[in-house]
């Protein structure tokens, strides 16, 4: 650890001193309409409206999908992409904190959003949410709840909603990188949406369990009926129509199209860069990402979840793969072919389309949570992996070393288990550690299924603080101690056994 | 106390390498396995703990059937001991492991009963210094001796050799011979399949000569050695091993010709003397030769049935007599080392499709 501590250092310093550097002045375009933007890139959330919408009309424009909205506006920050296409209040919501950019004047169009049900199904409680919303419209809390999350978003707290626990809770997917509809502040969920969906569970007297996901996994999710309902400033469009049920809109919005403020007709140009030490710089990084709003905490249950996930997968695909492997040289050739299809599947299949495949559709009528449905699949996928290892190093173990075992009088089973498995084991160990450290980060992407990970709290957190850096160093450092601590520990085992 | 009849093996490639075998081995009995390679001599000795399943007839040991399904073969195996060619002793254990993993997990034993005989029997083969040693750090003779006393701990009635002597280097062959002896005089029951002639003829009660797939002749080591009854087993038994060695110049490598025929005399057990002899008719035969006027191959003739050594040299027949011209001598001496350590010596002249040659043998005299 220690010999590796200094370069990294370095390393970090350098690229904060990158990052703070002054950019050279230059002749810059000034961008009026969205027809100066022909030939030059845009970001846009993944499956949104105006994606579809800039596409179509706007052929010659470059359209850069990015997963959640704040890295939608990062891209525009750090000059990725010219200008971004966004929902007015996410757009304005983000401005308030990146400072130079601007938008052009002229909207591109407005959109309602609703919340989803499935297809025909749970029509009962949609038609719930409209009377409700009906009724809140009339009533003006929703103008509170409106004012509290559009005007005072940063200092809003969510009011106490007390909720029966006894009840069916309503299982609702939702995308908490969105503020100041969705987002996690403080460890929890909140939001206008997150108030008003939590509002609708006390007028119908349930609880809810919230599933928070990719935004391009909700309605998937929602189709596979592991949800109820969907909370995730999803706007109401006809395509999306056809495949769910939207409730009344509850949000209107418009679209803006948002530029650096170099590039603005207006030249307000008041850019943000500070003079800070760069000592100081990591210090405001280190307070405004894992200290401001108790964020270690939700750091820690992510890494928690991150060493869960891997060691469950890795015992299970240990105890998988010794099955497989013995199938795989067993005398029967139907075991064997079986074994060997089970092998050449999970090793031919990212395990990112297998780990949507179990979640959306095997697991998908199931009450089995997210965490288990990633355990089972990096156990699977592993399992295919240290099959081949244990083979192989079995297979390394001289055939007189078994022939002297029965001939001294032990039964197969005996010789295996005293002579053959102890060397296999030496053999095997180097490699198995490799692969172990490989599963620890290949864990990184059950975000895809809502499961709050340390990957995906670093999303969390960028969404929040418009920091990368910071959080992705800190994510990468903390996936290396755990990589560490998993190797030390085989390592450990390895001594003993010996 | 083992009955095999009719016992045949056949390779799933078709191959067919035991035939028929019949044979009887009694309880003390010491029986040698020998024959050319690849007559089913290794398989043979598997098929009797059934380390290869035979294809058919059948084997009774202590009047349990060995192919029946009732039979506890793992637990008929701890009573028939096996040492491999290989040695195969556990490499993941020290040798004090080795010799107390059958008794402590098979036989039951307590760690301290196990231990306190595999002292006994690490003393017995001569490694008692070893017993912390794991199977890495020893020589191939070492090996196999803690592989002997692997079987002794098992107790077992009967021990099975195969080939314990094939892998080893010459050097290490008779410190294995020597324990496998002291067994034989202790009255153990054992079946052995070796190449070593004379250690077969010394060691054994009784020789299986294999052939063909069949227990072709058997007796006693006289009756085997001494009068064979049948053809195939006279040309084994009478067959010759040499060593040759071609000289073409004066300048030729003479510690390569010493090396090579000390490993030749070591290979076949010829004593401590014999080979000094060796040596030392070589070295005076090649001075009474000149070397310049032609090659000159030479070649060392071993006889393993009447243990006689002979040394023979082919050479241009341009080179005048060694034998017969004494007077043209260059040196008395050697002539005299000579004649001192024949019995007989003969000279020849033969003809060859490339000119006649004259071949001059030296008959080794017996000690």
């Known amino acids: 650890m220690k010999g590796i501590t200094k370069p990294f250092v370095c390393l970090l310093l350098c690229m904060l001193a990158a990052c703070g550097a002054k950019q050279e002045a230059e002749q810059l375009p000034v961008y ?467 | 106390m083992i009955q095999v009849t009719h016992l045949k093996k056949t390779y799933s490639n078709g191959l067919e390498v035991l035939r028929d075998v019949n044979a009887t081995i009694q309880k003390g009995e010491v029986i040698s396995i020998i024959g050319p390679s690849g007559t089913g001599k290794s398989t043979f000795l598997r098929c009797l703990n059934l380390l290869e399943r035979p294809s058919g007839g059948s084997i009774v040991v202590d009047g349990q059937d060995l192919m029946s399904s009732k039979t506890n073969v793992p637990h008929l195996r701890q009573k028939m001991g096996m040492v491999f060619q290989n040695f195969n002793l556990f490499n993941h254990m020290s040798i004090m492991d080795n010799l107390c993993i059958g008794p402590v997990k098979l036989l039951g034993k307590s760690r301290k009963e196990a231990e306190q005989r595999a002292i006994e029997l690490l003393e017995m083969v001569g490694l008692a210094e070893k017993a912390k040693a794991m199977p890495s750090q020893l020589s191939g003779g070492q090996k196999q001796r803690i592989a002997i006393a692997r079987c002794l701990s098992m107790e077992p009635e009967i021990i099975l050799f195969d080939e314990p002597t094939s892998a080893l280097d010459p050097t290490m062959v008779s410190e294995v011979l020597g324990v496998i002896r002291s067994l034989a005089q202790q009255g153990m029951t054992m079946v052995i399949v070796t190449h070593e002639m004379r250690f077969a003829r010394d060691v054994s009660t009784r020789i299986f000569y294999m052939d063909q797939g069949i227990v072709y002749e058997e007796g006693t080591p006289e009756e085997i050695f001494e009068h064979p009854q049948k053809e195939r087993t006279r040309v084994f038994i009478n067959r010759i091993r040499d060593y040759c060695y071609s000289i073409h110049s004066p300048k030729y490598d003479l510690y390569q010709l010493q090396a090579g025929m000390m490993q030749f005399c070591q290979r076949y057990f010829l004593s401590q003397p014999v080979q000094f002899r060796v040596q030392l008719l070589t070295e005076e035969v090649l001075q009474l030769v000149p070397l310049d006027k032609g090659e000159v191959d030479l070649a060392l003739r071993y006889s393993e049935k009447n243990e006689t050594v002979s040394l023979e040299l082919l050479m241009p027949v341009g080179i005048v007599s060694v034998l017969k011209d004494k007077s043209r001598q260059p040196d008395e001496l050697s002539m005299s080392i000579v004649e001192g350590l024949c019995s007989a010596m003969t000279e020849v002249v033969e003809d060859y499709p490339e000119g006649p040659r004259v071949r001059v043998q030296f008959e080794l005299a017996k000690i």
């Open chain 1, 32 to 498: 009026r309409t969205l027809d100066d933007l022909n030939g030059r890139k845009v970001a846009a959330l993944t499956g949104c409206f105006q994606e579809a919408i800039i596409e179509k009309e706007y052929p010659e424009v470059e359209v850069l999908r990015i997963d959640n909205a704040a890295d939608v506006v990062q891209a525009l920050a750090t000059k990725r992409c010219e200008a971004v296409v966004l929902d007015d209040y996410i757009f304005l919501y983000h401005s308030q904190t990146v400072k130079g950019l601007d938008y052009l004047e002229k909207p591109l169009v407005t959109a309602t959003m609703g919340f989803c049900f499935g297809k025909n199904k749970n029509v009962e409680l949609r038609l719930k949410f409209n009377d409700f919303l009906a009724k809140i419209k009339a009533d003006g809390t929703y103008d509170e709840i409106y004012d509290r999350w559009m005007y005072h978003a940063n200092e809003a707290e969510m009011p106490d909603i007390p909720l029966p626990q006894d009840a069916e809770p309503i299982r609702i997917a939702t995308c908490s990188t969105s503020p100041p509809l969705d987002f996690i502040r403080n460890g929890k969920l909140v939001g206008f949406d997150i108030e008003l969906a939590t509002r609708f569970a006390q007028y119908v007297g349930r609880p809810i369990e919230w599933s928070d996901m990719n935004f391009a996994s909700v309605i998937p999710a929602l189709i596979s009926g592991k949800h109820d309902m969907i909370v995730a400033a999803v706007n109401i469009t006809p395509a999306r129509a056809e495949a769910i049920d939207f409730s009344d809109p509850y949000f209107e919005c418009g679209s803006l199209i948002g530029i650096r403020a170099e590039n603005s007709a207006k030249q307000a140009a008041e850019t943000n860069v500070g003079g800070k030490g760069i000592l100081q710089g990591v210090k405001d990084s280190f307070y405004l990402n894992v200290i401001e709003e108790d964020r270690y905490l939700m750091i820690w249950n992510g890494l928690k979840l991150t060493a869960l996930i891997s060691l469950l997968a890795a015992l299970l695909g240990t105890l998988l793969g010794a099955i497989v492997c013995w199938m795989r040289m067993s005398r029967h050739a139907s075991l064997r072919s079986v074994a060997s299809l089970y092998i050449s599947v999970m090793r031919g299949t990212p395990v990112l389309v297998l780990l949507m495949l179990m979640f959306y559709v095997v697991f998908a009528g199931t009450t089995i949570d997210a965490v288990t449905v990633s355990i089972i699949t990096f156990g699977m996928n592993f399992a295919a992996y240290v099959s081949e290892m244990f083979r192989s190093s079995i297979e390394s173990v001289d055939r007189g070393q078994a022939e002297a075992g029965v001939a001294l009088g032990f039964t197969p089973v005996q010789t295996f288990f005293h002579i053959v498995m102890p060397q296999a084991f030496k053999q095997v160990l180097p490699v198995y550690k490799g692969e172990l450290i490989s599963l620890i980060k290949m864990t990184s992407i059950v975000g895809y299924i809502a499961v709050q990970d340390l990957t995906k709290v670093s999303d969390i957190i960028r969404s929040r603080t418009f920091d990368a850096f910071f959080p992705l160093l800190m994510v990468a450092l903390l996936y290396f101690i755990l990589a560490w601590i998993f190797a030390s520990v085989l390592d450990f085992i390895g001594k003993k056994a010996r």
